[in-house]
């Protein structure tokens, strides 16, 4: 049976119906990092036909989606599975499980494998935020911030380090912000956006 | 011609060197660019990932900024250039995502400004046959990989622009410079993105295939036109120790303009690619960029 609401509420937030799919595995095919995911691309789609919305928005595949588009590209159905996937993070974040400074104290308790395990979800979400953090400040990515907050708040804390140097060297590393003339045009655009979507980003 | 110009953030830091050789094969070819007034960070990956309404915004901003002056956009990074078409794209078919999209850019009508990539303008508005006469160094016996990634070419209803599955711009774009465009078979595959940060080990089996194919296929050298896979083939290659110099298509095709090397920035590239190129540069440019 299809859980109809969840279809519903997807196609009228995107513009797409996951009905339409009729699994010919295209898109997992063709998925650079299929073989990294818990479920692959077509089984997300299956899920969210299936209207396992609490499982689907949980799973680590959307988290390892680098949006390379190749899906997309390819689906005979002309569905934009990278769309549905980017929708799909957005709710998660939204609904289930906000990006937050990953619980490490928690983890360092079962021991050094567990803490030192490297986290390819949470990872990717706390760069998003730190990213979008810089943008928010600065209104332009800050590279060398965006790595120093990653690092401190993942406690991989010399990720990147032997690229410092070399980086430096041939003046590609900036050591300060890009500066921008009104880059409080760019915080109020953050806080439009919160206000509303209804969310903390 | 005369186009609005948004680098973009890594135009500004990292991918420097492809900022400058844009900049100097338009004014050579007597394409006029006028940087966008207090342009903004596009939102990129992070932004498309987080909430689509940020990312809209944060990207017409810049298409704003465009309007105002009257002109088209000209945007050499893939990623602000996808973001832009993107939110372009989902404004024309979602009027009440429009308006919300107005609302916070305090904006009295839609935004609609045309962008594209330099490469899409050179081949498909300038011309590969006006090119060909300003061409004063021909890099005879050069073999090339011309590799394409993502956002370049897919998906296609977005960006338009040559073929996903089989594209030859870059390839075409070899040949006029006198270059020679190896067959192989990572022209389309992804370097990994944004995993270079969150998921290295993965991002580097990714970049480390492309380098290989190149490789196998007898590639001198690689050439493309994305800042975030630059970077990612080239300090994949750092931590490899491989040699393969890595070309923004822009310095490649400034080289055979006769633009002299420090200009296109290719003392800036990680590889050096100086080895490669000693048969086609001259002596006092190469010491010029090394000293």
């Given at each position: 049976m299809f859980q109809i609401?969840?279809?519903?509420?997807?196609?009228?937030?995107?513009?797409?119906?996951?009905?339409?799919?009729?699994?010919?595995?295209?898109?997992?095919?063709?998925?650079?990092?299929?073989?990294?995911?818990?479920?692959?691309?077509?089984?997300?789609?299956?899920?969210?036909?299936?209207?396992?919305?609490?499982?689907?928005?949980?799973c680590k595949a959307i988290w390892m989606c680098l949006s390379c588009e190749t899906c997309t590209t390819r689906c005979p159905r002309d569905i934009d599975l990278a769309k549905l996937i980017d929708t799909l993070r957005e709710m998660s974040l939204k609904e289930r499980e906000p990006a937050t400074a990953q619980n490490l104290f928690e983890r360092a308790k079962t021991g050094v494998k567990e803490t030192l395990r490297i986290d390819r979800k949470e990872n990717l979400k706390l760069i998003n935020r730190s990213f979008l953090e810089t943008v928010r400040r600065f209104g332009r990515c800050y590279e060398a911030g965006l790595v120093g907050a990653f690092n401190i708040n993942s406690w991989l804390f010399f990720s990147k380090i032997k690229l410092g140097l070399p980086m430096f060297l041939k003046g590609k590393l900036k050591i300060l912000p890009q500066a921008m003339k009104n880059p409080d045009e760019i915080k109020k655009i953050f806080e439009k956006v919160e206000k509303i979507e209804g969310i903390k980003i | 011609m005369k186009y609005a110009y948004y680098p973009g953030c890594s135009l500004e830091t990292s991918a420097k060197e492809y900022d400058l050789s844009v900049r100097e094969v338009f004014k050579k070819l007597r394409i006029e660019i006028v940087e966008l007034e207090d342009w903004s960070c596009c939102g990129s990956t992070p932004g498309h990932m987080t909430n689509e309404l940020l990312s809209a915004s944060l990207s017409l901003r810049?298409?704003?900024?465009?309007?105002?002056?009257?002109?088209?956009?000209?945007?050499?990074?893939?990623?602000?250039?996808?973001?832009?078409?993107?939110?372009?794209?989902?404004?024309?078919?979602?009027?009440?995502?429009?308006?919300?999209?107005?609302?916070?850019?305090?904006a009295t009508n839609n935004i609609e400004v045309s962008a594209r990539h330099p490469l899409d303008i050179l081949i498909n508005e300038y011309g590969m046959e006006k090119i060909e006469p300003f061409v004063q160094r021909r890099l005879n016996g050069l073999k090339v990989a011309a590799y394409y990634g993502c956002l370049l070419v897919r998906p296609p209803e977005i960006m338009k622009f040559d073929d996903p599955e089989n594209p030859t711009s870059l390839d075409d774009l070899s040949r006029i410079v006198g270059a020679e465009p190896v067959m192989w078979q990572s022209k389309l595959e992804c370097c990994g993105a944004i995993l270079a940060l969150s998921s290295p080990d993965i991002q580097m089996d990714f970049s480390s295939s492309i380098l290989e194919k190149a490789r196998i296929a007898g590639a001198d050298m690689i050439v493309l036109a994305c800042p975030l896979c630059h970077s990612n083939l080239e300090t994949t290659e750092v931590s490899k120790k491989i040699n393969m110099p890595v070309l923004y298509f822009s310095q490649l095709l400034g080289i055979g303009l006769g633009i002299r090397a420090k200009a296109l920035g290719l003392e800036r590239n990680l590889i050096s690619p100086f080895e490669v190129l000693s048969g086609y540069l001259g002596k006092e440019e190469i010491i010029e960029c090394l000293e």
């Open positions: 609401e969840f279809v519903k509420e997807i196609e009228e937030k995107t513009g797409i119906n996951v009905l339409e799919c009729y699994q010919c595995g295209k898109c997992s095919a063709g998925c650079p990092i299929g073989s990294s995911m818990d479920i692959v691309p077509n089984q997300v789609i299956r899920m969210v036909q299936r209207g396992l919305k609490d499982k689907v928005l949980r | 810049n298409s704003q900024l465009a309007a105002n002056m009257g002109l088209e956009l000209v945007v050499p990074c893939v990623a602000c250039l996808a973001r832009i078409r993107y939110a372009t794209e989902t404004m024309k078919r979602k009027p009440v995502f429009a308006k919300k999209v107005m609302d916070v850019l305090n």
